[in-house]
């Protein structure tokens, strides 16, 4: 009788069972939910990241305006997020801000890598190109969602427009890493 067959059994059974048990456990790490945040805070930004006080009220009209959906505008995100992988991905869904028609986009998110906070973001995206950027982030605790858009301001002005679901936008996490950069 040959005895390498048996413990070639027995060898590939653990294997099996340790690669289930491994999945269960990541199984047990994924998170997956939905945010629904409301953009109402806005402020201008230089074009490098750096709060432009002075040019808040030119954003304040520029996002208000009759024909922009920006101010007030719904954003639902849907994230999954492994942590012991951290692989994730997530989507941000919202009306189109340009059209009175109701005609909703969906904007796939790219991790961004930043400590302390889930981070996720496009930029410049093609459906939206009033945008320099979209972006969600959540904390570790799976709370504190928050929506920004970096609107372009007028071309040649040299700053941009944030609104945000949170109005510590320009102390955030995320908003900090675009600082350094």
Do not use: W
Not at 34 to 41: C, D, G, K, V
Not at 85 to 94: D, I, L, P, R, V
Not at 154 to 166: A, F, R, T
């Amino acid at each position: 009788m040959d005895m390498k067959r048996p413990f070639s059994a027995a060898v590939f059974a653990m294997a099996f069972i340790t690669a289930g048990f491994l999945q269960a456990a990541q199984a047990e790490d994924a998170h997956t939910g939905t945010a629904t945040t409301e953009l109402q805070y806005v402020h201008a930004v230089q074009e490098n990241g750096s709060p432009d006080t002075g040019h808040d009220a030119d954003c304040e009209k520029q996002l208000s305006d009759e024909n922009s959906r920006f101010v007030g505008m719904s954003v639902r995100t849907t994230y999954e997020i492994n942590t012991s992988t951290n692989m994730m991905s997530a989507e941000s869904t919202f009306p189109a801000p340009q059209s009175m028609e109701p005609l909703e986009l969906t904007v796939e998110l790219s991790s961004l890598g930043i400590s302390d906070v889930y981070a996720f973001g496009t930029f410049k995206p093609s459906m939206v190109p009033e945008a320099y950027a979209i972006l969600f982030s959540i904390d570790h605790e799976f709370e504190d969602a928050t929506s920004t858009f970096v609107i372009y301001g007028p071309e040649g002005e040299g700053y941009n427009c944030v609104i945000s679901s949170s109005e510590d936008a320009d102390s955030s996490a995320v908003a900090g890493k675009f600082k350094e950069e």
